[in-house]
């Protein structure tokens, strides 16, 4: 196995300054220039991004493809024929206004290995692969990991086309439309993959507040996502008296209030929140007939999730006979997930030997690795995020970090792919 494993002879400022350039040219491509990011799947800046990343990994001497999810792949052969990949990778959507570093940080720390296996010249007997995955976030089309979730084959074919965004636009419309084929494989075979690598900005305060670069994930929380469509009726909203009215949104209104003491009758960290809701017609002197609102529910604990779901269908249900219908719709639910043992343990020994500390965590947020840890061997990094944000233009992580977490997943990677 080679040298570089020791780390001694990566040279981390050109690594720095090559994820900080990585970084700024993919933050350009967002629909929202001075407003934070906004780079929604199967966009016209999805497809700016996807085309930089794609040269990057052609730079870095990968073969590139995509599959019928657009997904991104780049792979650097191994000398074992037909051998399972190492995949190193994340996200590169957004939500609406959000910030440069949730989820391309992690596609960028892909590029980077590959560029040092290049660099120092590895031969990989396993496989690597840089992926960038598609849909993270739900921003578009709903539900959240729909990348990871479309090649673990829990996104049935009908489902996938059957999604629509907000203006009615279909996953198959939209990916025609900036060039990509919705007919080629979706589902991939887990005897493909040998193990999962993920780095992710913390989106938290924690790493920060105890000046600890790297926290290595141990596991991630159970979470699901619900859609609530509530039914009234229209009125006019100056000769519909009050004790006549069937309001839509006020009912949403009124469930959406009791959210946070549900949340909080279950304890141990579950949350709760609303953080999308569309009213119909959405006219100022009309009351509202209908309204659709989301539902994301978060616990380390499944019984937690399963009992505020429960819950929520109670509440929903007491509405019945004040002439509101409302109806509730699982986009998605994932259990909690452990990240596996021997790639946490690797982790660690890889950071106390390159001198990074380190702190094992539990993260609170949703993740790519969640869906790739009940199929193959998983494990995640976290790196600080400033003041603890993210999910807005002020979201902002230390390239520095970003390059130590470079170098930690570069030395678990010659050893993952037994390079020479």
Known sequence: MSEVQTGKNVNLEKVQARIENHIDTLSTFTATPGRGTTRLTYSQEDLLARQYIKAEMKKAGLTVREDGLGNIFGKLEGSLKDSPSVLIGSHFDSVPNGGSY??????????????????????????????????????????????????????????????????????????????????????????????????????GPILEEKNIPI?????????????????????????????????????????IAQFPELAESEGAGTVVTTGRLQVYPNGA????????????????????????????????????DSGIEITVEQLLYIQPKEMNKEIVS????????LGFPSCSMNSGAGHDAMIFAD???????????????????????????????????????IELTEAE
């Open 285 to 320: 002197n009309v009351i509202p007939d209908q309204t659709v609102f989301s539902v994301d529910i978060r616990s380390g604990r499944e019984e937690h999730v399963q009992n505020v779901i429960q819950k929520v269908h109670k509440l929903a249900d007491s509405y019945f």
């Open 102 to 203: 949730d989820g391309p940080a992690g596609v960028v720390a892909g590029l980077e290995v590959a560029a040092l296996f290049t660099e120092y010249g590895l031969t990989p007997k396993y496989p690597l692969e840089v992926i960038a995955l598609i849909e993270e976030e739900g921003s578009r089309f709903g539900g959240g990991l729909m990348g990871s979730r479309g090649m673990a084959g829990l996104l049935a074919e009908e489902d996938f086309r059957a999604l629509k965004d907000k203006d009615g636009i279909t996953t198959v419309e939209a990916m025609e439309k900036i060039g990509l084929d919705p007919f080629l494989p979706k589902v991939r075979d887990p005897q493909t993959i040998k193990a999962y690598l993920e780095l992710h900005i913390e989106q």
């Open 346 to 353: 690797l982790l660690k020994d890889k950071s106390s030997k």
């Open 215 to 255: 926290g290595v994930v141990e596991a991630i929380v159970g979470l699901t996502q619900l859609e609530l469509t509530v039914k009234g009726k229209a009125g006019h909203a100056g000769t519909t008296p009050m004790d006549r009215r069937s309001d839509a949104l006020v009912a949403a209104a009124g469930m």
């Open 375 to 413: 199929y193959t061997s998983t494990g995640m990094l976290f790196i600080p995020s400033k003041n603890g944000l993210s999910h807005c233009p002020e979201e902002w992580s230390d390239s520095r970090h970003i390059a130590e977490a470079v170098q930690i997943l570069f030395e678990a990677a």
